[in-house]
């Protein structure tokens, strides 16, 4: 079964910017979605950005004009640029890999964003 691995995660003051990586283990046939989720302390986990295969792109509210979700397929890797962070970007991010067709459904491990005030 394919993993997902996180990485990118770190300590940034507020207006900064990091990019977040997920790297799959294995090619992932279409159709798939992949997703980026955050879950800060005391909060539900949230969803964040979602890419489909077919290259279609959704945002939370929170995070529209700052944040960019983008995939290298030559490396299997979804990216999530976060720009103009806030405190309340706080959160651990989780990248998650959706295959309706098979039932399937894949977490990585997540990867700590704390931005600074």
């Known amino acids: 079964q394919v993993q997902l691995v996180e990485s990118g995660g770190g300590l940034v003051q507020s207006g900064g910017s990091l990019r977040l990586s997920c790297a799959a283990s294995s090619w992932i046939a279409r159709p798939y979605v992949m997703g980026w989720y955050r879950q800060a302390p005391g909060k539900q986990r949230e969803s964040v950005a979602g890419?489909?295969?077919?290259?279609?792109?959704n945002y939370a509210e929170s995070v529209k004009g700052r944040f960019t979700i983008s995939r290298d397929n030559a490396k299997n890797t979804v990216y999530l640029q976060m720009n103009s962070l806030k405190p309340e970007d706080t959160a651990v991010y989780f990248c998650?890999?959706?295959?309706?067709?098979?039932?399937?459904?894949?977490w990585g491990q997540g990867t700590l964003v704390t931005v600074s005030s």
């Open positions: 998650r890999l959706g295959k309706a067709t098979m039932n399937l459904e894949v």
């Open positions: 890419l489909t295969s077919g290259g279609s792109t």
